[in-house]
């Protein structure tokens, strides 16, 4: 009757035909006969099938290959979270035996500063990384349109990366490949090679200035915001752009976004103060965090997936928790403080906040463990070298700076 599989087959004994046990009823209600050949029946005459669970065909909608690659695509991901999730748990639980205890970590001071890596003319560096596997390795990006690659083992300059016609404002270092990316106001998302010292792809996601970037866990997917109101996560081998959505309701540029160390959900900041957590599969908004005022500058997730710490023009931070959706602590800065970077440590045990100057919390406890005031300018950038053993800084003075022991 109703050409899917029934999930309640009973056998008309008129016609000897499977029928769902729904539709027949209805049938019989309205015409007291069998639909295939006309004879009187009726309901008390309808005989169930037993069986087990069957297995449903797709629905004929899931057949079309963007269906059919997307369900893929949202299996794979599903697996690999369910991975990432238990290494996380995993991780959770112990705090590595190499990492910076807290009385160490108040000790530090600057070791290092180096003003060389960008244009004097067009001063500043408003991005900061550096990689994962090895934080030796330091990725910026300036106001003079460039990408650099340094060494600070080496105290050099690796790569200088020239393409973006406008102010590069974030970038991320790749965790396994020798690859970097970068995006900027001038609404590309650019991939570059470090060993081939080239562009491999512009990736042209957006129709305004791109704001934020982050990379999937798996390292093969980016996802970006944009002042056009998008999220959009792409490919980076191909480039290809596989989604973008806009939440229709808000109609507000995005100002950041950042994945969820498991990869399923991530969020977004707007020029509103609205946090958004989105689902990845879904294409949905899952939770909204509001409380800021101004747009927010920017949001870091822990890495043990349970708190979000978020920033914005408020001179404020605030730390939610996502397993209960709410705010559990505000840390008031001073007044006109801007919030420009927010970083977790590998670990989740330390917060960095940079801004109008550095200050390094501790988890948990929320207590204040470090504050360095050396850049002579807002900084833009903070990140943790591996195990805290060292942190390093960048900012509108131009100059990038490392603290340690």
């Not at 009726?42 to 065909?57: A, G, T, W, Y």
């Not at 999730?85 to 639980?93: F, I, M, N």
């Not at 879904?282 to 997936?305: D, K």
């Not at 003075?397 to 490392?402: G, Q």
């Amino acid at each position: 009757v109703c050409n899917e599989v029934p999930e309640h087959p009973c056998v008309s004994p008129v016609s000897n035909q499977v029928f769902e046990r729904r539709l027949i009823e209805k049938y019989i209600a309205e015409n007291g006969t069998d639909p295939m050949n006309g004879q009187p029946l009726s309901e008390e005459q309808l005989v169930d099938i037993k069986f087990s669970h069957p297995i449903r065909p797709k629905a004929p909608s899931a057949t079309s290959i963007p269906a059919i690659l997307k369900s893929l695509q949202d299996e794979w991901l599903q697996d690999k979270a369910t991975i990432l999730t238990t290494e996380r748990k995993k991780r959770g639980k112990t705090v590595p035996e190499d990492l910076v205890r807290a009385e160490d970590l108040g000790k530090y001071h600057q070791v290092a500063s180096h003003v060389g890596l960008h244009s004097a003319s067009v001063p500043g560096i408003l991005a900061l990384d550096l990689c994962p596997s090895d934080t030796s390795k330091v990725l910026t990006g300036g106001a003079d349109k460039n990408v650099v690659v340094f060494d600070k083992n080496e105290e050099q300059i690796v790569a200088t990366f020239k393409g973006h016609t406008k102010k590069v404002t974030s970038v991320i270092y790749h965790p396994s490949q020798s690859v970097v990316f970068s995006a900027s106001p001038d609404s590309t998302i650019r991939v570059w090679s470090v060993t081939g010292g080239n562009c491999v792809q512009v990736v042209r996601a957006h129709e305004a200035g791109v704001t934020g970037l982050s990379l999937h866990a798996t390292g093969d997917y980016l996802l970006s915001s944009s002042e056009d109101q998008y999220w959009a996560f792409s490919d980076i081998q191909t480039g290809r752009v596989l989604t973008k959505v806009t939440d229709e309701s808000a109609g507000c540029a995005l100002t950041c976004a950042q994945f969820h160390p498991d990869g399923l959900i991530f969020g977004t900041g707007t020029a509103d103060s609205q946090i958004k957590i989105w689902d990845l599969k879904e294409r949905t908004n899952v939770a909204n965090f509001p409380g800021h005022s101004g747009p927010v500058t920017s949001i870091a997730f822990s890495e043990n997936g349970y708190y979000l710490a978020t920033g914005a023009q408020d001179s404020s931070l605030k730390l939610w928790d996502l397993r209960k959706l709410k705010n559990f602590k505000t840390i008031t800065l001073d007044n006109n403080y801007e919030v420009k970077s927010l970083v977790f440590d590998q670990s989740g045990t330390y917060l960095a906040v940079g801004g109008s100057d550095i200050r390094v919390y501790i988890c948990k406890q929320w207590s204040e463990v470090l504050n360095f005031t050396d850049h002579t300018g807002l900084v833009t950038g903070v990140a943790f070298g591996d195990n805290a053993r060292f942190l390093s800084s960048a900012g509108m003075d131009r100059s990038l700076k490392f603290y340690s022991l």
